[in-house]
């Protein structure tokens, strides 16, 4: 077995979804942005579920 981590899924406003791309790979899982609560900054915002990997 690999040791590549997984995928995660986390639910991120467009923000910080711009800020995190530097650091990880993103692939939004909606396609579309809805009012969620962010992951990282902890507002409701839009934003959408991300499929996020590292670097
Ligand atoms: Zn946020």
């Not at 650091?23 to 969620?36: D, V």
């Amino acid at each position: 077995m690999n040791e590549k981590s997984k995928p995660e899924i986390w639910m991120m406003c467009v923000p910080c979804a711009e800020g995190a791309k530097d650091s990880y790979s993103l692939k939004m899982q909606l396609g579309r942005t809805e009012k969620i609560t962010c992951a990282i900054c902890g507002k409701r915002r839009y934003g959408s579920a991300y499929e996020v990997r590292r670097k």
